[in-house]
């Protein structure tokens, strides 16, 4: 099974500033590593899949990077409503499929 | 617009068997290359991927959890089920039915349903 670690556990930015989390899996996933935003009590939200390619609806502050075992979601600038969870994905190697323990971004 | 609405029981006694249902509308549960996944949550934890099921009938389950779980699919009535035996206090958490693609994961989630584990 991958295990996918994220980084850091909690992270607190002001609004308009960015946000840069990380996400590492144990072994290459390729480039098939995906990026949800939860708020509480809502389910997940698809950003990012294929590492870098938002999914419909998502603006553009919004930007995965990466390949292999390490990937990033930037935020470019932090909008209140951007204050949430976020959990990457791996589907490269299944099953299963595989979440991070997510990232808390909080506001500073 | 695709919606996914996961219903069953909100309490389930130890030992016995959960099951629950997801309703697909929008959308044909039959159409695209699609796989229909459960991914479950605790409260104040994170996602946990339980399994899926291709409309073809072919399913993938958490190897964790395989011994316990089924899941179904109904395409007459555009619905897919899980049902998990045996369950514990270990299983309470918010249950979700997700749409995926091979290609990018799951874009498409139920709101969740809560399921507590109780006698």
């Known amino acids: 099974e991958i295990v996918m670690t994220q980084s850091p556990a909690t992270l607190s930015v002001s609004p308009g500033e960015r946000a840069t989390l990380s996400c590492r899996a144990s072994?290459?996933?390729?480039?098939?590593l995906a990026w949800y935003q939860q708020k509480p009590g809502q389910a997940p939200r698809l950003l990012i899949y294929g590492a870098s390619t938002r999914a419909t609806g998502i603006p553009a502050r919004f930007s995965g990077s990466g390949s292999g075992t390490e990937f990033t979601l930037t935020i470019s600038s932090l909008q209140s409503e951007d204050f949430a969870v976020y959990y990457c994905?791996?589907?490269?190697?299944?099953?299963?499929?595989?979440f991070g323990q997510g990232t808390k971004l909080e506001i500073k | 617009q695709v919606q996914l609405q996961e219903s069953g029981p909100g309490l389930v006694k130890p030992s016995q068997t959960l099951s629950l249902t997801c309703t697909v509308s929008?959308?044909?549960?039959?159409?695209?290359?699609?796989?229909w996944s459960w991914i479950r949550q605790p409260a104040g934890k994170g996602l946990e991927w339980i399994g899926r099921i291709y409309t073809s009938g072919s399913t993938n389950y958490n190897p964790s959890l395989k011994s316990r779980v089924t899941i179904s699919v109904d395409t007459s009535k555009n619905q897919f089920s899980l049902k998990l035996s045996s369950v514990t206090a270990a299983d309470t958490a918010v249950y979700y039915c997700a749409r995926g693609l091979i290609i990018k994961g799951h874009d498409y989630w139920g709101q969740g349903t809560l399921v507590t584990v109780s006698s």
């Open positions: 072994q290459s996933v390729s480039s098939n």
């Open positions: 994905q791996q589907y490269n190697n299944w099953p299963p499929d595989t």
């Open positions: 929008g959308g044909s549960i039959s159409s695209g290359s699609y796989y």
